[in-house]
């Protein structure tokens, strides 16, 4: 089965930035890693995704490790509307979403 | 941006009644999903639907039954509504070939009570 392993919790300071971990140590070579967010009363939105090497997108960055058993997103300067919990889904035929990390930011 | 559409943001029904929670995307999309999520528990998926008229199980099948008809409409039905399946259900959508790979979106939410 598909597992991730988060914190429950993270706290950050606007304008700070905020690394949020994922492990999957069960990972195959060819599953994407996914990222996705939940604000407050609304559906998770997507983030960012990869494979093997680091991307980039306007929202965030996300680093793999080379062994691809965990990754880190990276939120460069956090803001309030940050403020949200954090998943890493992954899977080849679905994506399996755990408990996630809830972010507070501070002001 | 791609809207998907829940139809009720609240909803209570009786135990035993037979509900129906639909789910409408603007985007062509081939891929819906139904996923119910429960405080401690996050997100678990329900159904997925990859073209008209197919359906697959996600991990938590039991109970409900799916429906899609038209490719832009995903229904997921509760055929006896019991207490144990109040909670909150996510539709989601997302497009290309079969696989997660694409980015999936999703709807507010229909936090459903059941009494």
């Known amino acids: 089965d598909a597992k991730t392993t988060q914190p429950n919790s993270m706290e950050s300071n606007e304008e700070e930035p905020v690394h949020l971990p994922c492990n999957h140590s069960?990972?195959?070579?060819?599953?994407?890693i996914h990222w996705y967010r939940q604000l407050p009363s609304q559906g998770p939105e997507y983030v960012i995704h990869?494979?093997?090497s680091n991307v980039n997108n306007r929202m965030a960055s996300l680093a793999i490790a080379e062994d691809r058993k965990s990754s880190t997103l990276i939120l460069h300067r956090a803001t309030l509307r940050d403020a949200a919990v954090y998943y890493c889904p992954w899977e080849s035929e679905k994506l399996v979403f755990g408990k996630g990390t809830k972010l507070t930011v501070n002001p | 941006d791609v809207k998907v559409t829940q139809s009720s943001r609240y909803l209570v029904k009786r135990t035993g009644e037979k509900v129906f929670l639909e789910c409408v995307q603007d985007?062509?999309?081939?891929?819906m999903f139904w996923y119910r999520q429960d405080p401690g528990l996050g997100l678990r998926l329900i159904y997925f639907?990859?073209?008209?008229?197919?359906?697959e199980k996600g991990d938590i099948p039991e109970g409900y039954s799916v429906s899609r008809e038209k490719k832009e409409r995903f229904s997921l039905i509760l055929e006896s509504a019991s207490t144990n399946q109040t909670s909150m259900y996510l539709c989601a959508s997302s497009s290309g070939d079969r696989g997660p790979y694409q980015p999936q979106h999703f709807g507010d939410g229909t936090r459903l009570s059941i009494l």
């Open positions: 069960t990972i195959s070579g060819t599953d994407y």
């Open positions: 985007m062509d999309h081939e891929n």
């Open positions: 990869g494979l093997t």
């Open positions: 639907s990859y073209d008209v008229k197919m359906k």
